[in-house]
C-alpha cells in the first residue's frame, strides 16, 4: 500500500504539480480514504519527500545501466537523452518551482542529487569522450558538466520558453544536442548521426 500511494502521488505531482494535488485527491484516485494515507505519511511534505527519493533511486538505477549498455559516450548521452524524453512527457514544469516554494526539504535532497550524483554521471561521460576520441581534448569537463545540469533546468524557464510555443521535451533535446555537437570532435559526428537516426526511427 505505501508503494501505491507513493507512485500514485509521482504520477499526479507530475501532471498537475505539487501545489494542487492535496491528500484528499491522492485518496480519491486510489479508492481509499485519506486516512489510511496517513497510516504511511504524517503530512503532504513527507510524501513529497518520498516521491522525490522514489525518483533519485529509479534515476540512480537507471544511470548505472546506461554505463553497462553504453557502446562508447556518445551512445550514452543518447540513452540519457531516451530518458530525458520518457521522463519529461509527463513532467508538469511547475513541479520544481513548488518544490522550492513548498517543499524544502525535498528540493535539498533533489539539488544534493544534481549537484553530485548527475554531476559525476555527466562528469564521466565526458571524460570517456575524450579517452575514446570523441569529444574534444581541451573541453573543461568540470565546467562543462555543471553547465550541462543546469541546461536541463534553463528549459524550464517559461519566461523564456513560453509553453504554448515550445514542448518542455522540445527545449531540452534542442539544449542537449547543441551541447552534445559543442563537445565532439569529427570523430564524433557520424556517431551521432548513426544515434540519432536510430533514435528517429524508434520514435517514429
Do not use: W
Not at 24 to 50: E, R
Not at 100 to 108: D, G, I, L, S, T
Not at 187 to 202: F, G, P, S
Request: charged share 25%; hydrophobic share 40%; aromatic share 10%.
Amino acid at each position: 500500500m505505501e508503494n501505491r500511494i507513493t507512485l500514485k502521488a509521482k504520477e499526479l505531482f507530475f501532471r498537475y504539480g505539487l501545489k494542487s494535488v492535496t491528500m484528499d485527491d491522492i485518496a480519491a484516485a486510489l479508492g481509499i480514504s485519506k486516512k489510511t494515507i496517513y497510516q504511511y505519511y504524517d503530512n503532504k511534505n513527507s510524501l513529497v519527500n518520498a516521491v522525490v527519493q522514489h525518483q533519485i533511486n529509479l534515476s540512480a538505477s537507471e544511470c548505472n545501466l546506461h554505463d553497462e549498455q553504453c557502446e562508447n559516450a556518445v551512445h550514452g548521452m543518447f540513452l540519457a537523452m531516451d530518458m530525458m524524453q520518457e521522463m519529461l512527457t509527463a513532467v508538469n514544469p511547475s513541479l520544481f518551482f513548488d518544490m522550492q516554494k513548498y517543499h524544502p526539504e525535498a528540493f535539498r535532497k533533489f539539488s544534493e542529487h544534481k549537484s553530485k550524483f548527475l554531476y559525476a554521471v555527466i562528469r564521466q561521460n565526458i571524460e570517456r569522450g575524450q579517452e575514446e576520441g570523441l569529444y574534444r581534448p581541451d573541453v573543461n569537463a568540470d565546467i562543462l558538466s555543471k553547465f550541462r545540469i543546469e541546461g536541463v533546468f534553463l528549459a524550464l524557464n517559461t519566461d523564456l520558453f513560453a509553453p504554448d510555443k515550445y514542448s518542455l521535451l522540445q527545449v531540452e533535446l534542442a539544449i542537449m544536442e547543441n551541447f552534445l555537437y559543442g563537445i565532439a570532435t569529427t570523430k564524433a559526428h557520424k556517431q551521432i548521426m548513426k544515434y540519432k537516426k536510430q533514435r528517429q526511427n524508434t520514435h517514429l
